[in-house]
């Protein structure tokens, strides 16, 4: 393992280089992809470091335990070495869990998409509902929302809502939220107390750079209209609200929450580039997905991913068997325990695939 490290802390070295070179700093896309690689390479390279000191401590009470006559020096060297023995297995561990090979994506913040979709008006309260459990977790988290727009929904809630969310490793955070969401509960309208089971599905998409895709201004039509949501006086007197086509693909794109509407125009730009970019995305996790018995995040939109039943306060995550009792909290932005377990099983296929370094 320790020559497998020294090469990689010779090409953290390499990189350090590199990006102190101009001609690197004037190219902004290799400047930003070495950057990413020199800040994952320092977390390995400092683990290294710690390693490195354990192994060699081991070596010197092993030395001592050979060679020592004072057999109180040999009993406090023996001790040591259980120690140091079970620290060096648990930086090991660390170390093969850093190696696993990452997607290059998930460093990227995220568009995320909800939409109402089978149960009516409960579906876009529930749609609304989830909304606000993301945006919840987002402010726990310290990740940053930004509306881009939305539909409401006639009895609350929304039949679609987009956002934008940014932060350290946003779209790993939250990648695996894509998918179908179902609701079991008794709606607002019901008046004879029954269960009903709705649904809303979510998609979270990679925010792209500008340089990951070139938009063309001839295949793009700008539209204007009046902004129908929430923004003071300018509400239906100005046209601040944009709406984009892209010819080619026939995506349409629109955004309405600023007053401005070269805001409105900027952030319905960027939500065309990621659905842009999501399109190549999911052709590949289309690929990945076919080399895997298994696999927590698809490119499946229609897959149920997720069940949250309100009569007996539990929300279980279909991939990985995974259940909570405590509803409330999990809608009101506790979902890291879920976060973390998608990640941990996302990992443990990666080490099936034999991709760790060590």
């Known amino acids: 393992m320790l020559d497998k ?3 990689i802390k010779r090409r953290w070295e390499d990189v350090e280089q590199q990006i ?3 001609k690197i700093i004037s190219d902004m896309k290799m400047f930003k992809k070495l950057n990413k690689e020199y800040k994952d390479l320092t977390e390995i390279v400092n683990a290294y470091h710690i390693y490195k000191n354990v192994v060699e ?3 010197y009470n092993k030395e001592v335990l050979a060679n020592e006559k004072d057999e109180e020096l040999k009993d406090m060297a023996k001790m040591d070495l259980v120690g140091l023995e079970q620290k060096k297995e648990q930086i090991e561990s660390e170390i093969r869990n850093m190696l696993v090979p990452k997607d290059p994506e998930d460093s990227k913040n995220a ?6 979709g089978t149960g009516g008006d409960e579906a876009s309260i529930f ?3 989830l909304y606000r459990m993301y945006t919840k977790y987002c402010e726990t988290i310290g990740f940053k929302t930004e509306l881009i727009d939305f539909s409401n929904g006639t009895a609350g809630g929304y039949k679609e809502v987009i956002f934008n969310v940014s932060g350290e490793n946003t779209f790993g955070r939250l990648k695996f939220e894509s998918g179908v969401h179902r609701v079991q509960r008794v709606p607002q309208t019901e008046t004879m107390g029954r269960v009903h089971t709705s649904a809303a599905s979510v998609i979270v998409m990679p925010e792209a750079d500008e340089w990951d895709i070139e938009l063309k201004d001839n295949d793009i039509r700008k539209d204007t209209f009046c902004s129908s949501g929430p923004g003071g006086q300018s509400v239906n007197t100005t046209k601040s609200a944009i709406r984009l086509t892209h010819i080619p693909t ?10 401005s509407q070269l805001k409105n125009l900027s952030k319905a730009m960027g939500v065309l580039r990621s659905r842009l970019y999501e399109i190549e995305f999911n052709k590949r996790m289309e690929e990945a997905s076919k080399k895997r018995k298994t696999m927590v995040q698809t490119g499946d939109r229609s897959e149920k991913i997720r069940t949250y039943n309100y009569p007996q306060s539990r929300v279980t995550d279909h991939r990985i068997g995974l259940s909570m009792h405590n509803l409330t909290a999990f809608m009101n932005g506790d979902i890291s325990e879920f976060i973390d377990a998608l990640q941990l099983a ?3 296929e990666r080490l099936k695939e034999g991709g760790v370094l060590v």
């Open 111 to 116: 568009v995320i998409e909800i939409r109402a």
């Open 346 to 348: 996302e990992n443990a």
């Open 250 to 259: 026939g995506l349409v794109v629109q955004c309405q929450d600023e007053k």
């Open 20 to 22: 102190s070179d101009p």
């Open 5 to 7: 490290l020294q090469a």
């Open 127 to 129: 749609a609304g509902d």
């Open 57 to 59: 401590n081991v070596s």
